[in-house]
């Protein structure tokens, strides 16, 4: 027997571990079988020596156990008189990946056109029920504005919750510093705000045109915070979303103007909304930015950025409601009964409720369609892409214009649409197109 087996023999039957690891056991070379107390009944306890190709000592890790045994020797291999260095296993050649089959492709596809569908008809109800929604609460737009942000509080930290247990949202995103989310909140408040109050003020048809300077601001504070730099196509369809905004609203004659009568401090309102707005999602973009850095390349659930940011956001709406409903007149020790009296006319009970009619259908309806809304957003990106959902998102601006001029329930007097605004809306919609697309000036071929 070899020196080395046979001191491995003795330290065996003494007790004595010669090596406590091994490196690939599966690799291991059935050499030994103990029998416990010469029982053949007990089935046996393997031995194996493991083979170390860095060492000079080829046969150099035992496993056994400290106890009586035994020693059986079976299929002794013979072992070179020279050591050599055995090459590791190749590992297995990789699986080619199969393409999806043609059902699969067609189900794909069969998604993206019922995802999407379902997105415009939500995007246009959407904008529909906003206005419907703040006529029956046009004297307590902040009492919507703060139960519509509780709304999306309690969903949010609810899934959150759930992608907590499952693992996705780790204890490292969500000790993630909270003075972004604070300030995202504060912009995201004052945007929601400021939008509801001036929306009550605004005709319809006004509203979704107004909304479109969001992606002006967009790109601006996106230069501005994150030094982005953005192609030819951008600028050109952020200049035409700005004329089709100008000419659908300033254009024609003094009666034919859509905002004719409307004080400007409203239309200036609702693009403040949307400035305030564009800014917090630089910022969340900003955070995406930063969590994969802190997060050494992982990238932060997105469902802790909106869980603090509605948080947040539910916060400093709550707060801003006093200074709010004094700039309309009501001192702050009238404050709890303006609160009561939104209640009231939201659930449109008790005898002050003049003026509510519609309530709480509207409201309501507008607060679930909102956020089945985000949810379709979100689901449409998931099978396709940003492109298709943001062409899903922008052909509603046409239709939900054209709804709104309409006579609707509670809107008896619908809105006339002059030339000049039917213009301007099809200058915005081509420059949305300009802005969500890019032709290269010389497309790649596949034959050479």
Not at 79 to 84: G, R
Not at 140 to 153: I, K, M, N, S
Not at 355 to 369: A, E, K, R, V
Request: hydrophobic fraction near 45%; charged fraction near 10%; charge should be positive.
């Amino acid at each position: 027997m070899d020196h080395r087996l046979g001191s491995a023999a003795t330290a065996a039957s003494s007790g004595h571990l010669i090596v406590n690891s091994a490196t690939k056991p599966s690799t291991s070379t059935l050499l030994f079988q103990f029998h416990p107390n010469f029982n053949i009944k007990t089935p046996p306890l393997k031995l194996s020596i493991f083979s170390n190709p860095s060492s000079a000592n080829h046969f150099n890790k035992i496993y056994y156990y400290n106890t009586p045994y035994r020693l059986q020797l079976r299929h002794f291999p013979p072992i070179a008189a020279t050591d050599q260095t055995y090459p590791p296993p190749r590992p297995p050649p990789p699986q080619k990946q199969q393409r999806p089959s043609k059902s699969d492709a067609n189900k794909r596809k069969l998604s993206i056109v019922v995802c999407s569908a379902v997105t415009v008809s939500l995007a246009i109800a959407n904008r529909v029920l906003y206005k419907l929604a703040l006529v029956p609460m046009k004297e307590f737009p902040f009492f919507l504005a703060q139960l519509t942000t509780f709304g999306y509080v309690a969903i949010y930290f609810s899934i959150l919750f759930m992608r907590y247990r499952a693992g996705v949202a780790t204890d490292e995103m969500l000790s993630f510093p909270k003075i972004p989310f604070i300030i995202i909140g504060l912009l995201e408040a004052l945007g929601v705000v400021s939008g509801m109050y001036s929306g009550a003020m605004l005709p319809g048809p006004a509203i979704p045109i107004l909304n479109q300077t969001f992606l002006l601001w967009q790109l601006a504070f996106s230069m501005l915070i994150l030094g982005r730099t953005y192609s030819l196509n951008r600028f050109a369809g952020s200049f035409l979303v700005a004329a089709g905004v100008v000419l659908a609203v300033t254009s024609g004659s003094e009666h034919d103007q859509l905002l004719s009568g409307v004080e400007f401090v409203w239309p200036a309102m609702m693009i403040a909304s949307s400035a305030f707005q564009a800014v917090a999602s630089v910022l969340k973009e900003s955070v995406f930015l930063d969590a994969a850095t802190r997060l050494k390349g992982k990238l932060i659930d997105i469902f802790v950025v909106n869980s603090f940011g509605s948080g947040f956001q539910a916060l400093f709406v709550l707060l801003f409601l006093p200074f709010l409903s004094n700039l309309k007149g009501i001192p702050l020790s009238e404050f709890p009964s303006y609160l009561k009296s939104g209640a009231a006319c939201f659930f449109n009970i008790g005898a002050n409720t003049t003026g509510c009619d519609g309530s709480p259908t509207l409201p309501l309806l507008y607060i679930i369609t909102n956020i089945a809304f985000n949810i379709s957003v979100l689901n449409l990106l998931k099978y396709s892409s940003a492109v298709v959902s943001s062409l899903a998102v922008m052909s509603s601006v046409p239709i939900s214009i054209y709804i709104l001029s309409l006579p609707l329930p509670y809107l008896s007097e619908g809105a006339n649409l002059s030339p000049f605004f039917v213009l301007g809306s099809a200058v915005l919609m081509v420059g949305l197109i300009v802005y969500n697309f890019s032709w290269p000036l010389k497309q790649d071929s596949d034959i050479s």
